[in-house]
């Protein structure tokens, strides 16, 4: 039987008067506004914990409808209005992503609001993984697939706000992809003057980077925009434990550079999708033009992707030691493509030590 939900809810979604599913067995917290969305009188069986994540508490929902056998759902509830944003751009980024390719994402069903007070849900197609990383050729050819779906405008950017853990991104449609990473780099760097105590000569590597390296590597790219997952580590992939397939899922989805998305490949803080994960990729997708600048090109992309990372963790410790990456690779691209001048090396000569807009 194929399970058919109720479409998912435009927010906000209106507290419901009526159960359509079945009561629930007092010993399963299942928040009552869930209940409509599963198709009616549905028999609650079982909710329980099931993954990790750091911002949202995910459960393994089995419920059966009339007339059906038992049906499994992957469920995230998160507080707060980033909750909101995150769990929304999620269900969308996930159905963009199914629908670019059904076998490598699982289909999103719902979000909504739930019954308690600023808390929300997403109700996910559940997948029985394996554990280890997936299978080179399995995970490469798919993301190729996926890596080959134009931008519906023609632009960079997506429909929606999505979301880097609890981190709204910035994806406004721009035809420019210098000009879109520019946006979105620069986004990031205010919020991390504002939260988090960076060394003085943190914005000036940083303003030079948007200054000269962004323009310098990307001004003269000739890519078209395509659907990316948007935070490719390998914490957000496995094996269909039903297939042996390669699945993926947690995405932030934009429309974006191909090469965007292997950023995180490269970071040392995410070991394990490497040089094996690199070459079997490019037997499906080329590197863009000019090749030799892949590298860099690369290095400037994890410095982008890593910055998020410094703002959005909770921990003070790991956001220093990401904080450092940051910067060595920033130092790095300056050095090759704007070296300072002895006076602004020691931030004289009337270097703006800000981050300009």
């Not at 490598?104 to 739930?114: N, T």
């Not at 496995?238 to 950023?263: I, K, P, Q, R």
């Not at 690199?278 to 090109?297: T, V």
Request: hydrophobic share 40%; proline share 9%.
């Amino acid at each position: 039987m194929a399970l058919v939900l109720h479409p998912s809810p435009v927010h906000p979604y209106p507290p419901p008067t009526t159960l359509t599913a079945s009561p629930l067995d007092p010993e399963i917290h299942l928040d009552e506004a869930i209940l409509p969305v599963l198709p009616p009188n549905s028999r609650i069986i079982s909710l329980t914990p099931h993954g990790t994540s750091t911002w949202t508490l995910t459960q393994k929902l089995v419920f059966q409808p009339p007339s059906s056998s038992p049906l499994t759902l992957f469920l995230k509830t998160a507080t707060g209005d980033d909750a909101r944003l995150g769990l929304k751009g999620e269900y969308h980024a996930m159905l963009t992503l199914h629908t670019a390719c059904p076998s490598f994402a699982p289909k999103p069903y719902a979000w909504g609001v739930c019954k308690a007070p600023d808390t929300y849900f997403l109700l996910i197609s559940f997948v029985e993984l394996t554990g280890g990383l997936p299978d080179a050729k399995s995970f490469c050819s798919q993301l190729a697939k996926v890596h080959k779906t134009p931008s519906p405008t023609g632009k960079f950017g997506f429909h929606i706000p999505t979301s880097l853990g609890r981190l709204s991104q910035c994806v406004n449609w721009d035809p420019n992809w210098c000009s879109y990473l520019t946006q979105h780099f620069r986004s990031n760097l205010l919020l991390a003057e504002k939260t988090q105590r960076l060394p003085p000569h943190f914005p000036r590597l940083a303003h030079r980077v948007i200054e000269f390296v962004i323009p310098r590597l990307l001004s003269s790219l000739a890519i078209t925009p395509v659907l990316i997952h948007g935070d490719l580590w390998y914490g957000n992939t496995g094996v269909n434990a039903a297939t042996g397939e390669a699945v993926m899922f947690d995405a932030a989805c934009s429309y974006a550079h191909h090469e965007f998305d292997l950023a995180m490949w490269g970071c040392e803080r995410h070991e394990g999708m490497e040089e094996m994960y690199l070459e079997e990729y490019f037997k499906y997708m080329e590197k863009s033009e000019p090749k030799e600048e892949f590298e860099d090109r690369n290095r400037l992309y994890r410095v982008v992707v890593d910055l998020v990372c410094v703002v959005g963790t909770r921990n003070e410790g790991y956001a220093e030691e990401v904080r450092r990456l940051v910067e060595s690779d920033m130092e790095v691209l300056v050095e090759k493509y704007a070296p300072f001048e002895d006076a602004e090396v020691r931030g004289e000569g009337g270097v703006d030590s800000g981050i300009v807009l």
